[in-house]
T-cell receptor, first 113, second 114 residues
């Protein structure tokens, strides 16, 4: 069974204080790893897709990296508007599961001004 | 930017009643999905739909649930004989020409069963 574990569950940063969120996964053949941002009362908002180990993607203050067992979301010099829950999800390529995303519980990031 | 639209934003229903949750996926997308998120828990996959048929479903998606694409723009989730434990946020998502691409989510319908 595919599993996704995110850590920490919650992270509080000061504005400008860089850090990283972790997503560890177990999947029978990784098709893709996805990062989403979720604001309170909203649906997940797509950020990145990573397909193979060593791949990196960047968007503004966010950078996502991927190894064979985990992914990191690096946040450089965060601002209060980066406060949200960050979700990691995997899509498997075997075992008859070709479509579903398996999500982690997320990391609640709070950036204080 | 195109987005997935869900209605209603909040639905309150008596236990045992039937509910229909509605979604308008992004117009050029061909794959459609329903997920749910019980308060404080993970987002869970329910079902995927392509070419007018279910392509994958989870153990949660039993005979109580059904999906339909009644016309060229809407995608619905029907829940029959609702139970208290069906209370959750229900998210619709869609993806482009293949299932490898990112799934784009709506803002959800909060379903409350009384």
């Amino acid at each position: 069974e595919d599993q996704v574990t995110q850590s920490p569950e919650a992270l509080r940063l000061q504005e400008g204080e860089s850090s990283s969120l972790n997503c560890s996964y177990t999947v029978s053949g990784l098709r893709g790893l996805f990062w989403y941002r979720q604001d309170p009362g909203k649906g997940p908002e797509f950020l990145f897709t990573l397909y193979s180990a060593g791949e990196e993607k960047e968007k503004e203050r966010l950078k996502a990296t991927l190894t064979k067992k985990e992914s990191f979301l690096h946040i450089t010099a965060p601002k209060p508007e980066d406060s949200a829950t960050y979700l990691c999800a995997v899509q498997a390529s075997s075992g008859g599961s070709n479509y579903k995303l398996t999500f982690g519980k997320g990391t609640l990031l709070t950036v204080n001004p | 930017e195109p987005e997935v639209t869900q209605t209603p934003s909040h639905q309150v229903t008596q236990m045992g009643q039937e509910v229909i949750l509605r979604c308008v996926p992004i117009s050029n997308h061909l794959y459609f999905y329903w997920y749910r998120q019980i308060l404080g828990q993970k987002v869970e996959f329910l079902v995927s739909f392509y070419n007018n048929e279910i392509s994958e479903k989870s153990e949660i998606f039993d005979d109580q649930f059904s999906v339909e694409r009644p016309d060229g723009s809407n995608f619905t989730l029907k829940i029959r004989s609702t139970k208290l434990e069906d209370s959750a946020m229900y998210f619709c998502a869609s993806s482009e020409v293949d299932s490898f691409g990112p799934q784009h989510f709506g803002d959800g319908t909060r379903l409350s069963i009384l």
